[in-house]
């Protein structure tokens, strides 16, 4: 995360923060940062992947000003609550995705998680001899 001119926030991410800031300072980066050059480096945060990187990244876009100064402030709930799951595999997400649209289909159906259906009571057991 930069302090760009302006007062702006920049996120990305790079392999070399160092470097990366240099290279948007000297107007070979981003768009952005041509426009609204870079002051310093706000935050940085070391990921384990790029796919971790490019999560952070997008959440981070979506947080809301105020979020991004308490972020880059270095606010341990806010960065927790980021960090959180970035590891998660493609496998396990999917998993996750596929239960979690499973039980909003039941619920919109009007079923339990137990698959009956809201009001009405299991049919009686006959006994026959």
């Keep these: 995360m930069l302090r760009c001119a302006g007062n702006r926030i920049y996120t990305g991410y790079a392999v070399d923060v160092e470097a990366r ?7 070979k980066g ?4 041509h426009a609204f050059p870079p002051e310093c480096i706000l935050q940085k945060f070391e990921l384990d992947s790029y796919e971790e990187a490019l999560r952070l990244e997008a959440r981070i876009k979506k947080l809301d000003r105020p979020d991004k100064e308490r972020l880059a402030a270095g606010d341990p709930e806010l960065t927790a609550e980021l960090l959180g ?3 998660e595999t493609l496998d396990r997400k999917k998993k996750r995705l596929r ?5 909003k289909k039941e619920t ?3 079923k339990s998680t137990r698959g009956i259906k809201a ?3 299991n049919p009686p057991i006959s006994s026959e001899s």
């Design 21 to 27: 800031f240099e290279q948007h300072k000297s107007g």
């Design 30 to 33: 981003a768009k952005f940062t």
């Design 85 to 87: 799951g970035l590891g």
């Design 99 to 103: 239960k979690e649209a499973r039980k």
């Design 108 to 110: 919109r159906e009007g």
């Design 119 to 121: 009001g009405h009571s």
